[in-house]
């Protein structure tokens, strides 16, 4: 099945600093991703979904200018988390359909996460 | 997008089959059933998804009922690999849609 890659895989930052996550998608183009949020021992909560050569779309409740997000091409989408707090730490998750699957049938194909831990 | 009510947890026995429900009584007809399942610090996994008719893979098999209000995923065998949280997800057929997990069914198979 289709790749999906995030770096880093873990960080570390300190109270009020910014970081940046990537999300890839390896062996397909993805016109759209998805981010989202799991606390621990919680399910996974949408953040937002990115959109290539457009703005993204938050879901309620999901500050935009705290959590940017670029989409500036067909394999590559990233979040940054502007002026981290702790209560920021978090697993966070990408998605990615391909941009050559259509209809209900397509399939989301996930990345394995980033551990951020602020401190 | 329909809401979906699972078990927050079972066991199984290690080589004996799995069976993880599913209610979404309030499904609409043009929304499919997508069976995901993340194991530990791990992205989720696609396993299986249908409309109305059973289907089955190499992973698992999807049976749902005919008025489509719930539905059983299957894993045949199971391993200790096995061991994750399965969520059952209820998505529209729009492009571009977005998957909103529930709490999802963690499983625990057992030596």
């Known amino acids: 099945g289709a790749v999906v890659s995030q770096h880093p895989s873990w960080v570390i930052c300190k109270s009020g600093t910014s970081v940046k996550i990537e999300c890839r998608s390896l062996?397909?183009?993805?016109?759209?991703m998805f981010w989202y949020r799991q606390f621990p021992k919680q399910s996974l909560m949408l953040m937002a979904t990115?959109?290539?050569?457009?703005?993204?779309?938050?879901e309620q409740g999901v500050e935009k200018d705290k959590f940017l997000i670029n989409h500036a091409s067909l394999t590559l989408s990233t979040l940054t988390v502007t002026s981290a707090h702790p209560e920021d730490s978090s697993f966070y998750i990408c998605s990615a359909r391909d941009l050559l699957s259509s209809g209900p049938t397509y399939e989301q194909y996930f990345g394995p996460g980033t551990r951020l831990t602020v401190t | 997008d329909a809401k979906t009510t699972q078990p927050p947890s079972m066991d199984c026995a290690e080589g004996r089959a799995a069976n993880l429900p599913c209610n979404h009584s309030?499904?609409?007809?043009?929304?499919?059933v997508y069976w995901y399942r993340q194991i530990h610090s791990q992205g989720p996994q696609y396993i299986i998804h249908?409309?109305?008719n059973n289907e089955t893979n190499e992973m698992a098999s999807l049976i749902i009922t005919e008025d489509r209000k719930s539905s059983t995923l299957i894993l045949p065998h199971a391993t200790l690999r096995d061991t994750a949280v399965y969520y059952c997800i209820v998505r529209a057929f729009v492009n571009f849609n977005k998957f909103y997990f529930g709490s999802g069914t963690k499983l625990n198979v057992k030596p």
């Open positions: 309030t499904i609409s007809g043009n929304e499919y």
């Open positions: 990115s959109n290539e050569g457009s703005k993204a779309t938050y």
């Open positions: 249908g409309l109305k």
């Open positions: 062996d397909f183009q993805a016109t759209t």
